[in-house]
């Protein structure tokens, strides 16, 4: 219960970083997705079931606080990408660090198409003009934060 509270608290404060540092460091109106991002790690960290219940529960406290017009998108999203990510509990001392991160950028596209694919179906937007304009930006700008932060703050992925 205790490691609940730990890294539920930091996800509260992982919010209040998307909607401040995220508004102040937005390039053209994209601005990268810390969110997901920490719900990847405590995916990896975790496991699926706790992917699954920090990204639905962040997910959710991001739409609500984004006041988003689909409220759940996002816990949806979070969710599923939180549950990808927990298959890779463990294997971090198997896989070659390169394959983690290519894996781990892979999930930040999928969570990417599947949230603007979903959130922009209603629209006359093409896929092709959908991906030029909302999800490729988004992916290269959160991968680029991500990538500065993984390598600036030492993430320890050891369970033990």
């Excluded at 927990?86 to 950028?105: C, D, Q, V």
């Excluded at 930006?137 to 703050?153: K, R």
């Amino acid at each position: 219960m205790e490691r609940f509270a730990r890294n539920f608290g930091i996800g509260l404060l992982v919010l209040l970083l998307q909607f401040t540092v995220g508004n102040w460091i937005m390039l053209l109106g994209i601005k990268p997705d810390f969110v997901l991002l920490y719900v990847i790690y405590l995916g990896y960290k975790e496991g699926r079931i706790s992917g699954v219940i920090y990204g639905f529960s962040l997910g959710l406290l991001q739409d609500v606080a984004a006041a988003s017009a689909f409220i759940g998108l996002a816990s949806l999203i979070k969710s599923i990408i939180g549950f990808g990510a927990g298959y890779l509990h463990g294997k971090y001392h198997i896989l070659n660090p390169i394959w983690l991160s290519l894996i781990a950028i892979f999930l930040v596209l999928l969570g990417q198409i599947l949230y603007f694919g979903i959130y922009y179906s209603v629209s006359p937007l093409e896929f092709s003009e959908m991906m030029q304009k909302f999800i490729l930006p988004t992916f290269a700008y959160t991968v680029a934060v991500g990538t500065v932060i993984f390598l600036t703050i030492p993430i320890p992925l050891d369970t033990t």
